[in-house]
């Protein structure tokens, strides 16, 4: 985190940070349903180490 910037997440893909102070809610504790999905797609064959990187990144943080 550097300290700057708005962003609108997931509450479970942020809630530690929240927890630890590193962000602060500032419309308190404020939610917006929204029943849409993410997709990482790639290149079927091809080997891509960061972003499968990511996607475990990604993986563990929803858990």
């Given at each position: 985190?550097n300290?700057?910037?708005?962003a609108m997440?997931?509450k479970?893909?942020v809630?530690?940070?929240?927890?630890?102070?590193?962000?602060?809610?500032?419309?308190?504790?404020?939610a917006l349903?929204?029943?849409?999905?993410y997709?990482?797609?790639?290149?079927?064959?091809r080997?891509?180490?960061?972003?499968?990187?990511?996607?475990?990144?990604?993986?563990?943080?929803?858990k």
């Amino acid at each position: 985190m550097n300290h700057i910037g708005v962003a609108m997440g997931r509450k479970r893909l942020v809630q530690k940070r929240l927890d630890s102070g590193e962000l602060v809610a500032p419309f308190g504790d404020m939610a917006l349903k929204c029943h849409q999905r993410y997709y990482i797609t790639t290149l079927p064959g091809r080997q891509w180490p960061k972003i499968e990187a990511f996607i475990g990144w990604l993986q563990e943080q929803v858990k």
